[in-house]
């Protein structure tokens, strides 16, 4: 069976591709969000290490099988240096939780504009952990 491509125009994305979430990522991540890659993350590969062609736009992969991104990159380590996690929008809501971010932080962050789509708001919650590793670097 042939693999069947995912189709920005007719099918509901899992989580936004967008290249604005895809560089939000990456500074969480050169601001030491750690994470520990496991089946059901996507990342992005900005630098091309997969060769396989990603099912989904612009290098954004999603983990089904560990051990394959580990036969890629011979390592777990390397896999998390090479790679930028995409959190989705529960796990963002999990690091908000577990970084101190109120719900009231939160939600009077995603009331304005009224009109957030699905994307913007991962952006805006995207933006809080930025700004509560920025505030942690300082802290140190």
């Not at 994305?13 to 059901?40: S, Y």
């Not at 789509?117 to 919650?125: C, K, Q, V, Y």
């Amino acid at each position: 069976m042939m693999p069947i491509r995912f189709d920005p125009d007719k099918d509901l994305p899992p989580t936004p591709f967008d290249d604005r979430i895809c560089r939000l990522a990456l500074e969480m991540k050169n601001l030491g969000l750690n994470w520990q890659p496991h089946v059901g993350c996507f990342v992005w590969d900005p630098d091309n290490w997969i060769k396989p062609e990603s099912p989904f736009p612009g290098r954004v992969y999603f983990v089904l099988s560990l051990p394959r991104f580990v036969e890629i990159f011979e390592s777990i380590q390397e896999m998390v240096r090479k790679l930028v996690w995409l959190p989705t929008w529960h796990q963002a809501r999990l690091l908000c939780t577990r970084m101190g971010i109120s719900d009231e932080i939160l939600n009077k962050n995603l009331e304005l504009p009224l009109t957030l789509n699905p994307t913007e708001e991962l952006l805006t919650i995207y933006e809080l952990i930025i700004n509560a590793l920025n505030e942690s670097k300082r802290e140190a």
